[in-house]
């Protein structure tokens, strides 16, 4: 039996005060890691989102409370179902500074139809497409074909399978990648499919049309690209004063929200990760303090047994160590079980796009917190080894006699 | 093994008093020889436990030097003073010195477990038996009284076997019969060549002495 032994046995006859010492430090690794897990997946959200997107300018109905329904429908996946006439698709495209134009067009399905909530149906136009076929072709190597769906990653089905919106049977042909928005709950089909879907949704008694349309005359959004070189606002202006009925929208303004409610909350975060880190911190250098007069007798007992300052610093350092890297580990753990599971609940409760980091990225963050934790609980702990180290034997045994 | 001391002091500074600092020992010379039981005795406060602890390399002296055969003591580096405290020199100090976390008989054998020796089991059941504390073997020190801690620390000495063996009042929370077993076996130990120390304010070890020492104000008469 050496050292190792020794500070195992300190370690274990001591419970309370090692589970103590565990507790705090993982306390601070739970923080730190689960707070960078969820501002990188916010980050990584926003990231994903503007790669989503595609377009530099939208036009939405100016019935659709505009920019309000659209990031909705983006960040959180509420469902939206406005329409405006088609006719708008031309006029946007003939606009000056406007390079590509492509119309989608929404649908809701009914609750009972394929999923345990309702889903977002997006019908786009594949050969004008711009937005939704760049990653669509990332899980899907052929046209969309009609009666064809794409399902986002959260939507409960599996490549394969039929699907059936409006009594209507569609096969899924692909399952897309996470982006952490709310198009991860919606389904995307062709522009002849999403007709024979609005006209079963009809059949059903649920209208889409608009005061003097038909069904093939309506679109939901249109998505612009700019000329390179042209200025988005311009456009942006140019669309508003040309189109009726319709507002078109930049989207980097809308990015420019999201990023700035998402630096808010990082901010909170970091706020929060601080407030737990001095609390913890001023607790551990309490502990560290009430353990060295607790142990001053223990250790002039070691010095007055032979065991040099060197020595007994070492063995105080090597216990303190694996305490914080035990709570670390702990702390980690315990951290990755609270947030992973609660992804959509913190993404819904957040109202912001959040994507989780890839699993490298997350094993990185994890070793980052378990080492950033355990080398300030050595910090903290080697005040107190050398403290103790310096403990004259003589007279502290003689004290209290 | 010869311990000598030379004209060693030991000043503590302090704010009160005519001097800013009292002297616990003044220019003390020693010698304690090996084969030869050494009685200190005094009054409490008479300097006696800070001799000892300069004796033992546990309290660097003002003044003077300590040496063990020719080795000076105090001008070791710490590593090699406590590996020689370790191997050389026994002290049962007083009061509770027992590591709270170990059972009796993990501190009876700790001073050999600090340096990965072989484990000198065989000496530790004997001298647990002979100080009647065989039965608390895996008992913990907060389970002990006094005088069972007193008798482990004791027995925790003689286990380690070390050439010096210098004991602060080891009889002090002992009854009668203890104290005859306990001194018995520092003769004994002496008697088989070990340099021993008793320091004691009271009469019981001088029965045992080879030599006696009288302390009073820091100076031995």
């Known amino acids: 039996m050496k050292h190792f032994s020794l500070m195992i046995r300190n370690l274990t006859r001591r419970p309370g005060r090692t589970t103590s010492l565990i507790l705090l430090t993982a306390s601070l690794a739970m923080s730190l890691f689960c707070g960078t897990i969820v501002v990188s997946s916010l980050r990584r959200g926003l990231s994903s989102m503007e790669n989503r997107l595609g377009a530099d300018i939208i036009v939405v109905p100016a019935e659709a409370e505009s920019k309000a329904s659209m990031k909705n429908l983006l960040l959180q996946g509420t469902i939206g179902t406005f329409y405006m006439d088609a006719s708008v698709l031309e006029k946007v495209r003939e606009t000056e500074g406007v390079e590509r134009a492509s119309a989608q067009i929404f649908l809701s399905s009914m609750k009972a139809d394929c999923c345990s909530v309702k889903v977002q149906i997006i019908g786009f136009d594949p050969e004008n497409d711009f937005v939704v076929q760049p990653w669509i072709a990332e899980s899907l190597n052929h046209q969309l074909g009609n009666m064809e769906v794409v399902v986002g990653c959260r939507v409960e089905t599996d490549v394969g399978n039929n699907f059936r919106i409006y009594d209507r049977s569609c096969r899924v042909v692909a399952k897309l990648a996470s982006t952490g928005t709310g198009l991860d709950t919606a389904v995307y089909c062709n522009m002849n499919t999403i007709h024979i879907l609005l006209q079963a949704a009809e059949e059903k008694g649920i209208t889409h049309k608009i005061d003097s349309g038909n069904d093939s005359e309506v679109v939901s959004a249109i998505y612009v690209r700019v000329l390179p070189g042209a200025d988005p606002g311009l456009v942006n202006n140019r669309l508003n004063g040309r189109v009726r009925k319709a507002t078109a929208i930049r989207t980097a303004g809308m990015m420019t929200e999201v990023a700035d409610s998402l630096n808010g909350v990082s901010r909170i975060i970091a706020i929060l990760i601080c407030a737990v880190w001095v609390l913890a911190l001023i607790i551990l250098f309490i502990v560290f303090s009430m353990m060295v007069n607790e142990r001053r007798r223990e250790l002039a007992v070691y010095r007055l047994l032979g065991m040099s300052r060197k020595m007994l610093s070492g063995m105080i350092l090597k216990e303190t160590a694996l305490c914080s890297f035990t709570g670390a580990l702990c702390g980690t753990v315990l951290g990755a079980i609270i947030v992973f599971p609660f992804t959509t609940l913190i993404e819904t409760s957040l109202k912001l796009p959040y994507l989780i980091p890839d699993a490298g990225t997350i094993v990185l963050y994890a070793c980052f917190a378990i080492m950033v934790t355990a080398l300030v609980g050595c910090a903290a702990g080697s005040r107190t080894a050398s403290g103790l180290s310096r403990v004259d034997p003589g007279t502290t045994l003689r004290e209290g006699a | ?221």
């Open chain 2, 1 to 221: 093994m010869q311990l000598k001391a030379e004209n060693i002091s030991r000043r503590y500074f302090r704010k009160h008093g005519e001097a800013n600092y009292f002297e616990a020992v003044r220019q003390v010379s020693l010698t304690l020889e090996s084969g030869k039981l050494t009685v200190l005795n005094g009054k409490s406060g008479s300097g006696k436990t800070t001799l000892l602890n300069m004796l033992a390399g546990l309290l660097n002296p003002s003044e003077g030097k300590v040496f063990l055969d020719e080795t000076d003591l105090y001008a070791l580096e710490d590593k090699a003073l406590s590996r020689m405290r370790n191997e050389k020199i026994g002290v049962i100090p007083q009061g509770r010195s027992a590591v709270d976390t170990l059972s009796v008989y993990e501190n009876i054998l700790l001073p050999g477990m600090l340096y990965g020796r072989t484990l000198r089991t065989e000496e530790a059941e004997n001298w647990m038996e002979v100080f009647g504390i065989s039965d608390l073997r895996n008992a913990m020190p907060a389970e002990l009284s006094g005088g069972e801690l007193r008798r482990m620390a004791i027995a925790r000495t003689l286990t380690a076997s070390p050439e010096v063996i210098l004991a602060d009042e080891p009889t002090g929370d002992l009854d009668n019969d203890n104290t005859i077993v306990v001194l018995t076996a520092l003769q004994q130990a002496a008697k088989a060549g070990k340099t021993v120390l008793v320091v004691s304010h009271e009469t019981d070890a001088e029965a045992y002495a080879d030599r006696i020492y009288h302390m009073n104000h820091g100076m031995i008469e």
